[in-house]
């Protein structure tokens, strides 16, 4: 469909030239007419006659130009084709007049004239519009219409600067790979994966990490040296493109690297679910604990907009992770890796981590090549 | 408020000294002493001129002095009224130095109880008045009282010279201490009627660093008691009249702002993209044109002058480092800034649009800034009108010139093939 955006802007500006040529020289003939008939007047006649058509044309190649250029600026819209379709169906009756008549009587050609310089001022106008409106939304910046006017979500943004001014210089961010080029060029910051995705390995270690437990989550994350883990979350304002949602991707990619991350240990009847009927797997995992760490305390009941319903786990604590930052509405929470504990109690402590997490998970821990 | 009586005998004292503690003196934003005219309704305060004292006088412990000069000496047994007024910047320790989200900041907050002063003091007190009623502590220096915001150290009587009685409060304190690390202001002021102002921020919180966990839901839900010292916006006073108002920082705009303008000022109230906790920093800029007539005048010998303000205009901060670069247009001479007190200022030259020489720019710099600094200040300068034809006559000779080459080049021909057929 696109490609028919240039031949749509070249055939209005071809139609419109051609009108104003017809216009023009009707307008020309006409009054050349109107004072050649007049034999008291022709001396001085014949100079303002033919120094109103040399105007006439002059105006004529001004507006020409102002529409070839107007032209390949055009962007693509359903309005524009239907606009043009009317004009160009317009234009094809006037040659077929033409032909009979030769010329156009001159009230009509110039109130024609100037009806079609206002279509291009109302163009231009319609044009600015358009590209406002719907070409002019930069992915990062959400906006919605409330009744109190435009509301705007610049939490992306929010997040990055907090990350660029309030972290050292060498601290490393990993989140998944959608946000890496956005991260070093807004944050500043050495991210783990980015969108050039040209290491699916290191995709696969990232994706494992955010499927993992917390525990082993940690280990993965110190072991590639990151400081701080960044996860966009959608639930609280209805933002459908957070990383709840890219889950299974996560999930797929991972588990095609790291065999003790299955995908079945996830999926609920064929389903990503997070309510209380997700598998205890993916209520342990690092993402759902990131994602809705506290949520539950915003309106009680712990409701995610985004997927609509309440989550399963609602009231838990991080244990290797401690909060840094959320934004504004809660769409980017950026997490800190707390530091390794001095010492390890025993048994007393290893009994009380392998509780946390599922069976499934324990068996499978042996071929798990972080530990 | 200091009733000075000159007890010497033989001379008239034209001036009254007053010191202050080498760390008070290093953190010394600006002194300004007053005297009072008149008495009850009739009262003016006459502002007296103070400098720095002449550095032979001694004093000891490396204590700095300032002398206040007076209008009309001081004869023998006479009294006069001056008042001292200063301020001191990052002179409040915070202690704790790392406090979490939900507490509350506390600092403390050292003097003396006894006015450190070259002369005998016959009678003084000393009136502290902390910003709540929380006090954790303060130094008994007998006799003390206390109700609640309010600290009373007094009466001591007859003190010797230089006595110094150290005492420190302990108090909670959680006014936003917004300070900025580095503000550079450029002015360029354009003939052709609009002066545009560009001012580049390094904000920081300076109280009790901010330690462990950040939490939204804490600060959205519990608002009194959750990030008690920290603050969201901060309010800056622009002349009226100002248009085009930008705020943005290093990766866009930003669209947390609020602008509300009346006939004599306007209040731009910003929103940094995120609160500012203890120890953290943000950079943004602001941008903003005002009307030439309303900064642009003529002064007695012919000259030029802008008369500008000094200072920062966002309110109740600290400036740390303040460079203000006046651009003035090309062709400007003999350039001179007038400041009510010490600033360091040199040359420099910057170059902007359609500019052959350069613009000559006046940079003043000030370490410490307060509000109380937020003065007009002028800067003068030799222009004759002939130059603002500089940059019309230099588009109006390239486009001529553009022209005369098209005319040249469609009348010329420079074709090959010859036009006539050889017999």
């Known amino acids: ?169 060498d601290d490393k961010v990993a989140s998944w790979w959608d946000y890496g080029y956005q991260t070093t060029a807004m944050a500043n910051r050495t991210v783990i994966v980015d969108n050039n995705t040209w290491n699916n390995t290191h995709i696969a270690t990232v994706g494992t990490a955010m499927s993992s437990p917390e525990k082993a989550a940690w280990e993965i994350f110190d072991s590639l040296d990151v400081k701080y883990v960044l996860v966009v979350f959608g639930g609280l304002v209805g933002y459908p ?32 679910r997070v309510d209380a009927q997700a598998t205890p797997t993916m209520l342990n995992c690092l993402m759902y604990k990131l994602c809705y760490y506290r949520f539950v305390e915003t309106d009680g009941k712990g409701f995610d907009r985004v997927r609509g319903y309440e989550i399963g786990k609602k009231h838990f604590k991080l244990t290797h992770f401690e909060e840094v930052f959320t934004t504004h509405h809660w769409m980017v929470r950026i997490y800190k890796l707390k530091p390794q504990k001095n010492r390890i109690r025993g048994k007393l402590k290893k009994l009380k981590s392998s509780s946390k997490t599922s069976s499934t998970l324990a068996a499978g821990r042996k071929k798990n090549p972080w530990q | 408020p200091h009733p000075v009586q000159n007890t010497a005998t033989g001379a008239d004292a034209s001036h009254v000294l007053i010191a202050f503690t080498p760390a008070e003196a290093d953190h010394l934003a600006i002194v300004k002493a007053t005297r009072a005219e008149g008495k009850r309704k009739k009262k003016t305060y006459i502002p007296l001129p103070v400098s720095p004292a002449d550095p032979a006088t001694a004093a000891p412990n490396g204590a700095r002095l300032y002398s206040i000069s007076l209008p009309t000496p001081l004869k023998p047994t006479d009294t006069t009224t001056v008042e001292v007024f200063y301020v001191l910047t990052h002179s409040l320790e915070p202690f704790p130095a790392e406090i979490t989200q939900s507490e509350s900041q506390l600092v403390y907050y050292r003097d003396s109880a006894v006015l450190l002063s070259p002369y005998h003091v016959q009678e003084q007190g000393t009136y502290v008045k902390t910003p709540s009623s929380r006090v954790e502590s303060f130094t008994r220096v007998d006799p003390t009282s206390r109700s609640g915001p309010d600290v009373k150290y007094g009466a001591y009587g007859n003190q010797l010279p230089y006595a110094y009685s150290p005492i420190i409060l302990h108090y909670e304190n959680n006014h936003a201490f917004a300070v900025v690390e580095e503000l550079v202001r450029k002015v360029e002021i354009s003939h052709w009627g609009n002066v545009q102002v560009t001012e580049h921020y390094k904000l920081k919180h300076g109280g009790a660093k901010h330690k462990g966990v950040f939490s939204r839901l804490e600060y959205q839900a519990r608002q009194s008691i959750s990030g008690a010292s920290s603050f969201k916006n901060l309010l800056a006073r622009l002349p009226p009249r100002v248009h085009s108002v930008y705020y943005r920082d290093e990766i866009g705009n930003i669209s947390s702002s609020h602008l509300r303008s009346d006939s004599y000022k306007s209040e731009l109230e910003i929103e940094p993209r995120y609160p500012l906790f203890g120890g953290w920093h943000c950079t943004f800029t602001i941008g903003y044109g005002m009307p030439l007539q309303d900064f642009l005048f003529e002064s007695a010998d012919g000259r030029r002058f802008a008369n500008l303000t000094f200072g920062c205009p966002l309110l109740n901060t600290v400036v740390d480092n303040l460079t203000i670069k ?89 074709s090959i093939a010859k036009s006539q057929a050889s017999s």
């Open chain 2, 326 to 414: 006046v651009v003035l247009p090309e062709g400007s001479k003999s350039p001179q800034a007038v400041v009510p007190f010490e600033t360091e200022q040199h040359l420099e030259t910057s170059y902007s649009y359609l500019d052959v020489v350069g613009r000559t720019t006046v940079v003043i710099k000030k370490k410490n800034v307060v509000g109380e600094h937020n003065v007009p200040f002028q800067v003068y300068y030799e222009f004759s009108p002939i130059f603002m034809l500089a940059e019309p006559l230099m588009l109006v000779t390239a486009v001529l010139l553009f022209f005369a080459a098209c005319i040249v080049y469609l009348h010329t021909d420079l």
């Open chain 1, 241 to 272: 493109s957070d990383d709840i949602n890219k889950f299974l991707w996560m999930v797929r990619i991972g588990g095609g690297e790291f065999p003790h991350i299955k995908e079945p240990d996830y999926l609920r009847d064929g389903q990503y």
């Open chain 1, 1 to 169: 469909m696109l490609v028919l955006a240039p031949a749509a802007c070249i055939l209005s500006g071809i139609a419109l030239s051609s009108a104003f040529d017809v216009l023009t020289r009707s307008m020309k003939f006409q009054l050349s007419k109107l004072f050649d008939d007049g034999p008291a007047i022709s001396g001085n006649g014949s100079p303002n006659g033919s120094s109103a058509s040399t105007v006439n044309t002059s105006s004529s190649k001004n507006e020409k130009t102002e529409k070839s250029e107007a032209a390949p600026k055009e962007k693509q819209s359903k309005k524009n084709r239907r606009k043009d379709k009317e004009v160009t169906e317009s234009v094809s009756v006037k040659p077929k007049k033409e032909k009979r008549l030769s010329v156009l009587p001159l009230e009509a050609s110039i109130v024609s004239t100037l009806l079609l310089i206002a279509l291009g001022g109302f163009y231009v106008v319609h044009c600015v519009w358009a590209a406002a409106e719907a070409y002019s939304a930069p992915s990062i910046v959400l906006t919605s219409r409330s009744r109190e006017g435009l509301h705007v979500f610049d939490d992306f943004r929010e997040a990055y600067a907090w990350l660029s001014h309030n972290t050292d210089v």
